[in-house]
């Protein structure tokens, strides 16, 4: 059975950092798509940072720069190191992942897997 679990959430200030920890059980985060997604009250879901099979990142547009998504497959956890956090970052933040090894991450919000969240908010 499949668990992703997330852990790191927290509330800080304009500014601040946050590491998001994704740990994996039944689950090898090792060559596989997976990616972390947002969900701010009354708003859509929306893609945040993935990692393609190969390693290979992308972010959006609007946490470019700031947010950093990385894997550690000796521990099977994902990562979202988030820098110089920002109040429209407030949300509840999910991790997600793929079952095919080597895939590129679909644009899709198309995961089999997620995590049950875990919340983020920023004060100005």
């Known amino acids: 059975q499949v668990q992703l679990a997330e852990s790191g959430g927290g509330s800080v200030p304009a500014g601040g950092s946050l590491r998001l920890s994704c740990a994996a059980s039944?689950?090898?985060?090792?060559?596989?798509?997976m990616g972390w997604f947002r969900q701010a009250p009354g708003k859509e879901r929306e893609g945040v940072a993935k990692?393609?099979?190969?390693?290979?990142?992308s972010y959006a547009d609007s946490v470019k720069g700031r947010f950093t998504i990385s894997k550690d497959n000796a521990k099977n956890t994902l990562y979202l190191q988030m820098n110089s956090l920002k109040p429209e970052d407030t949300a509840m933040y999910y991790c997600?992942?793929?079952?095919?090894?080597?895939?590129?991450?679909?644009?899709?919000?198309?995961?089999?897997?997620w995590g049950q969240g875990t919340q983020v908010t920023v004060s100005s």
């Open positions: 990692i393609d099979g190969d390693g290979g990142t």
């Open positions: 997600a992942a793929r079952i095919l090894y080597g895939e590129t991450c679909p644009r899709a919000i198309n995961y089999p897997y």
């Open positions: 039944g689950y090898s985060v090792g060559n596989r798509c």
